[in-house]
């Protein structure tokens, strides 16, 4: 490999969320970059399998856990001798208990914040030290197409992934004289586990036949196809990188063009 490919040589970065998805998708193009990455996940054996199909170190997480954050941004330094990346990835969709505001439970409110919005908090709070010892740093924050259309069909996930765009620009202008840089990811449909569990809860409520139902998600983008996960890890590789010096406090989407029409 040469080393105008080594995009993230010898960068220190966590990614929370790693066990699969976008998560597993960023941490591997992060290792082919030449990084050095800890992937974090609630599921342990799904996170202990990723991490050795991938070469990635890990740490079990629940992102939710205030105490376990300076053990894993400890846990990274000791690794890797600093911290340079933290990939807020971990989220949950919120499904399966009521989804419209009126159907929505408080319990389950709570948890979708919980998840999405406290975890990432915690997360920016935690490595925020560590960076600035490091002269700097990139956190990167995973909040969705969702943040900028109204979502009565999942209302908790919209409302916290527009909260965790809104704390990723606090973040910003807080870690600005530290070069500690802050920007948040807003994908479109990318079929996951998350997504697969989406199109089949709408096609249980609607009564309808699972690929009639995503044939119709998909027939709702203008490129007229789902993203994969690569087209958002690309993205994420470039704030992790040094090309994007210059970048904070932006939202960047990659939905082909979705948010375009709603
Ligand atoms: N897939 C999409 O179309 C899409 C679109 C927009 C935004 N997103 C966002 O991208 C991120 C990744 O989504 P995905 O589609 O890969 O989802 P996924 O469900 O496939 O993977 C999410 C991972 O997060 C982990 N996780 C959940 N709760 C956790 C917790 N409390 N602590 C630690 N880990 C936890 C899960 O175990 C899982 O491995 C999420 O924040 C999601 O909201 C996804």
Redesign the pocket.
């Known amino acids: 490999m040469n080393t105008k490919q080594q995009r993230l040589s010898n960068k220190a970065c966590i990614v929370?969320?790693?066990?699969?998805?976008?998560?597993r998708a960023i941490a591997e193009l992060f290792i082919e970059q030449g990084a050095q990455v800890l992937i974090?996940?609630?599921?342990a054996d799904?996170l202990s399998k990723t991490a050795s199909e991938i070469g990635a170190g890990f740490a079990v997480?629940?992102?939710?856990d205030e105490e376990q954050w300076s053990n894993i941004v400890k846990h990274c330094q000791d690794k890797f001798g600093g911290l340079d990346v933290l990939v807020s990835?971990?989220?949950?969709?919120g499904i399966g208990d009521g989804v419209s505001p009126e159907d929505t439970s408080l319990s389950s409110w709570r948890r979708t914040f919980s998840?999405?919005v406290e975890?990432v908090f915690l997360g920016c709070r935690a490595v925020i030290p560590a960076m600035r010892k490091n002269g700097g740093g990139s956190i990167i924050n995973?909040?969705?197409?969702?943040s900028m259309t109204p979502t009565p069909f999942l209302t908790a996930?919209g409302a916290s992934?527009a909260a965790v765009a809104h704390l990723s620009t606090s973040i910003a202008l807080h870690g600005a004289p530290d070069r500690i840089r802050c920007n948040s990811v807003?994908?479109?449909?990318?079929?996951?586990?998350?997504?697969n569990?989406l199109v089949a809860d709408a096609a249980a409520i609607a009564g309808a036949p699972l690929s009639e139902v995503q044939d119709g998600f998909e027939a709702r983008i203008p490129f007229g196809e789902f993203?994969l996960?690569e087209d958002?890890a690309n993205m994420v590789l470039f704030l992790a990188s040094d090309e994007s010096r210059y970048v904070t406090g932006a939202q960047m989407v990659v939905d082909g063009g979705m948010q375009l029409i709603n």
């Open positions: 929370t969320g790693g066990a699969r998805g976008l998560g974090t996940d609630i599921d799904a997480q629940d992102v939710c990835n971990a989220g949950l969709a998840v999405n975890g995973m909040s969705s197409v969702a996930y992934k807003h994908p479109g449909q990318v079929q996951t586990d998350m997504h569990d993203g996960s958002i």
